[in-house]
């Protein structure tokens, strides 16, 4: 976004590694900031907790960030306290987009965006080469037709599935 002709202004993508414990964590950030080191328009923060934290504090966390991205993994045994915490951050930051990607969407998404109107999107399959092509367009979902993997309801109410991201170019 142009704040003004000579400002750009900085997106910041806030990543919430919420784990089942503190001796799990989750390789998705470091592989996606990677990715996108080159980027200077992107300003990174993280918030670490477990499932066993109060959603308060983690949302609190969340919102002094004020991200314009929120991203996560989902895992089987956080995605409750992940949704929990993601549905009370939106409200306070209804601007915010929320991203996810993990195992939990392997399969056929439209239930869980239907059910999680709050979730803008989720990545399904390896996500690493196709989140920085999101975050070029994260706030313009017209433009998401394109990216592999990514799952949403447009702004007509129809489920856009655009199958598996893979790793093209495994090197990089």
């Keep these: 976004p142009i704040t003004d002709k000579n400002t750009v202004q900085k997106m910041k993508i806030l990543w919430l590694d919420l784990n089942s414990s503190y001796a799990h964590s989750s390789l998705a950030l470091p592989a996606l900031h990677a990715q996108m080191l080159d980027n200077k ?7 670490s907790a477990t499932i066993n934290e109060d959603p308060g504090y983690v949302t609190a966390q969340i919102i002094k960030h004020q991200p314009s991205l929120i991203a996560a993994t989902c895992w089987l045994f956080t995605h409750e306290a992940l949704l929990h915490i993601l549905c009370r951050a939106k409200t306070l930051l209804p601007d915010s987009h929320i991203v996810l990607g993990g195992p939990e969407f392997l399969g056929d998404n439209e239930h869980f965006l239907r059910s999680n109107p709050f979730i803008d999107c989720v990545l399904r399959g390896e996500g690493e080469e196709q989140f920085p092509q999101f975050c070029n367009v994260w706030n313009t979902p017209e433009q998401w037709t394109d990216i592999p993997g990514i799952c949403y309801i447009n702004n007509n109410g129809t489920y856009i599935d655009n ?5 093209m170019d495994f090197e990089k």
């Design 163 to 167: 199958g598996i991201a893979r790793v």
């Design 41 to 47: 328009n992107i300003q990174w923060a993280s918030v």
